[in-house]
């Protein structure tokens, strides 16, 4: 499976972004796909999940309420919806995907076998 992420970009402090994360090589219809954000000088954080059919999402706490992860199973991409940006959301973004592993795994990078190659995503205040 590949995955390609993009959509990020500078944009001012509220405003709003649309992250996509193309899969190919193999339909990922049964698969968790997640988001993850890595900003400098810390470690990769998890930042939203969600099941093979969409039908169960997963958010930190820091973007719940701002940011909606969603899935196009017909073209096998999933998209964040990022609102109401915050300069501490300023990181590269991840998209990953794997099978179930279980609910352990939904929040930790060891639950994704699959990884996309990042965009960056810069919020200005």
């Known amino acids: 499976v590949q995955l390609q992420a993009s959509g990020g970009g500078l944009v001012q402090a509220g405003g709003s972004l649309r992250l996509s994360c193309a899969a190919s090589?193999?339909?990922?219809?049964?698969?968790?796909m997640g988001w993850f954000r890595q900003a400098p000088g810390k470690e990769r954080e998890f930042v939203a999940t969600?099941?093979?059919?969409?039908?169960?999402?997963d958010y930190a706490d820091s973007v719940k309420g701002r940011f909606t992860n969603s899935r196009d199973n017909a073209k096998n991409t999933v998209y964040l919806q990022m609102n109401s940006l915050k300069p501490e959301d300023t990181a590269v973004y991840y998209c990953?995907?794997?099978?179930?592993?279980?609910?352990?795994?939904?929040?930790?990078?060891?639950?994704?076998?699959?990884w996309g190659q990042g965009t960056q995503v810069t919020v200005s205040s």
């Open positions: 990953a995907a794997g099978p179930y592993k279980g609910s352990f795994y939904g929040r930790r990078i060891s639950g994704y076998d699959y």
């Open positions: 969600i099941s093979g059919i969409g039908g169960y999402t």
């Open positions: 090589g193999r339909t990922v219809t049964a698969y968790y």
